[in-house]
Protein backbone atom coordinates (compact mmCIF):
# COMPACT_ATOMS: atom_id res chain seq x y z
CA UNK A 1 0.00 0.00 0.00
CA UNK A 2 1.04 3.59 -0.48
CA UNK A 3 -0.29 6.50 0.98
CA UNK A 4 -0.40 9.94 -0.90
CA UNK A 5 -0.99 13.71 0.62
CA UNK A 6 -0.94 16.93 -1.05
CA UNK A 7 -0.43 19.99 -0.15
CA UNK A 8 0.20 23.45 -1.47
CA UNK A 9 -3.42 24.15 -3.07
CA UNK A 10 -4.58 27.48 -2.91
CA UNK A 11 -6.01 31.18 -4.55
CA UNK A 12 -3.45 32.53 -6.86
CA UNK A 13 -4.29 35.39 -9.57
CA UNK A 14 -3.62 34.12 -13.02
CA UNK A 15 0.04 34.48 -14.18
CA UNK A 16 0.80 33.56 -10.52
CA UNK A 17 2.58 30.61 -9.18
CA UNK A 18 2.46 27.43 -6.81
CA UNK A 19 4.00 24.54 -5.93
CA UNK A 20 2.39 21.42 -5.16
CA UNK A 21 3.52 18.49 -2.78
CA UNK A 22 2.74 15.40 -2.56
CA UNK A 23 4.31 13.45 0.04
CA UNK A 24 4.41 9.69 -0.08
CA UNK A 25 4.50 6.91 2.52
CA UNK A 26 4.41 3.18 2.64
CA UNK A 27 5.51 1.08 0.08
CA UNK A 28 7.51 4.03 -1.33
CA UNK A 29 10.66 1.58 -2.74
CA UNK A 30 7.99 -0.10 -5.11
CA UNK A 31 6.77 3.15 -6.65
CA UNK A 32 7.20 2.91 -10.34
CA UNK A 33 5.75 6.33 -11.25
CA UNK A 34 3.96 9.10 -9.95
CA UNK A 35 1.33 11.85 -11.47
CA UNK A 36 -0.23 14.71 -11.18
CA UNK A 37 -4.14 15.28 -12.56
CA UNK A 38 -7.00 18.03 -12.18
CA UNK A 39 -10.96 17.62 -12.22
CA UNK A 40 -12.19 21.03 -12.95
CA UNK A 41 -16.27 21.57 -11.92
CA UNK A 42 -18.18 18.85 -14.42
CA UNK A 43 -15.30 17.83 -16.49
CA UNK A 44 -13.32 14.47 -16.32
CA UNK A 45 -10.37 13.66 -14.49
CA UNK A 46 -7.31 14.59 -16.99
CA UNK A 47 -3.39 14.00 -17.25
CA UNK A 48 -1.33 17.30 -16.33
CA UNK A 49 2.41 15.28 -15.63
CA UNK A 50 3.89 12.34 -14.41
CA UNK A 51 7.21 11.00 -13.20
CA UNK A 52 8.70 7.58 -14.10
CA UNK A 53 11.31 6.78 -11.04
CA UNK A 54 13.57 4.68 -13.97
CA UNK A 55 15.20 6.68 -15.63
CA UNK A 56 13.47 9.86 -13.98
CA UNK A 57 12.05 10.79 -17.21
CA UNK A 58 8.91 13.47 -16.97
CA UNK A 59 6.01 13.89 -19.32
CA UNK A 60 3.34 16.72 -19.38
CA UNK A 61 -0.03 17.34 -21.06
CA UNK A 62 0.98 20.10 -23.56
CA UNK A 63 -0.80 23.14 -22.51
CA UNK A 64 1.25 23.22 -19.57
CA UNK A 65 4.74 22.61 -21.02
CA UNK A 66 7.02 25.39 -20.33
CA UNK A 67 4.95 26.40 -17.18
CA UNK A 68 4.72 23.63 -15.20
CA UNK A 69 7.82 21.67 -13.68
CA UNK A 70 7.54 17.87 -12.10
CA UNK A 71 10.15 16.95 -9.50
CA UNK A 72 10.96 14.40 -6.80
CA UNK A 73 12.93 14.53 -3.65
CA UNK A 74 14.23 11.00 -3.26
CA UNK A 75 15.24 11.59 0.77
CA UNK A 76 11.74 12.69 1.39
CA UNK A 77 9.38 10.51 -0.79
CA UNK A 78 7.65 13.36 -2.10
CA UNK A 79 6.77 14.84 -5.64
CA UNK A 80 6.67 18.41 -6.27
CA UNK A 81 4.98 20.32 -9.06
CA UNK A 82 6.17 23.80 -9.40
CA UNK A 83 3.15 25.55 -11.50
CA UNK A 84 3.59 29.12 -13.19
CA UNK A 85 1.94 31.36 -15.42
CA UNK A 86 -1.30 29.82 -14.21
CA UNK A 87 -4.34 30.46 -16.54
CA UNK A 88 -8.25 30.68 -14.73
CA UNK A 89 -9.50 27.93 -16.49
CA UNK A 90 -6.71 25.78 -14.89
CA UNK A 91 -8.83 26.03 -12.05
CA UNK A 92 -9.87 22.72 -10.88
CA UNK A 93 -9.19 20.11 -7.77
CA UNK A 94 -5.56 18.76 -8.53
CA UNK A 95 -4.85 15.12 -7.36
CA UNK A 96 -1.49 13.20 -7.08
CA UNK A 97 -1.36 9.31 -7.64
CA UNK A 98 1.27 6.67 -7.86
CA UNK A 99 1.46 3.24 -9.18
CA UNK A 100 3.64 0.43 -8.88
CA UNK A 101 3.34 -0.68 -12.31
CA UNK A 102 5.33 -0.20 -15.53
CA UNK A 103 2.63 0.70 -17.50
CA UNK A 104 0.98 4.09 -19.40
CA UNK A 105 1.49 7.45 -17.34
CA UNK A 106 -1.12 9.40 -19.33
CA UNK A 107 -4.23 7.25 -18.28
CA UNK A 108 -5.97 7.61 -14.73
CA UNK A 109 -7.23 4.25 -15.01
CA UNK A 110 -3.42 3.23 -14.69
CA UNK A 111 -2.86 4.65 -10.89
CA UNK A 112 -3.64 2.23 -7.85
CA UNK A 113 -3.01 5.20 -5.24
CA UNK A 114 -4.34 8.42 -5.09
CA UNK A 115 -4.49 11.80 -2.82
CA UNK A 116 -7.22 13.33 -1.48
CA UNK A 117 -6.97 16.32 -4.08
CA UNK A 118 -5.98 20.22 -3.21
CA UNK A 119 -8.21 22.64 -4.60
CA UNK A 120 -6.27 25.76 -6.94
CA UNK A 121 -8.15 28.41 -7.43
CA UNK A 122 -6.78 30.94 -10.35
CA UNK A 123 -8.49 34.24 -10.18
CA UNK A 124 -8.55 37.00 -12.76
Known amino acids: QVQLVESGGGLVQAGGSLRLSCAAS????????MGWFRQAPEKEREFVAALRYTGSYTYYTDVVKGRFTISRDNAKNTLYRQMNNLKTEETAVYYC?????????????????WGQGTQVTVSS
Open 26 to 33: GRTFSISK
Open 97 to 113: AADLQFTSVFQSRYYDY
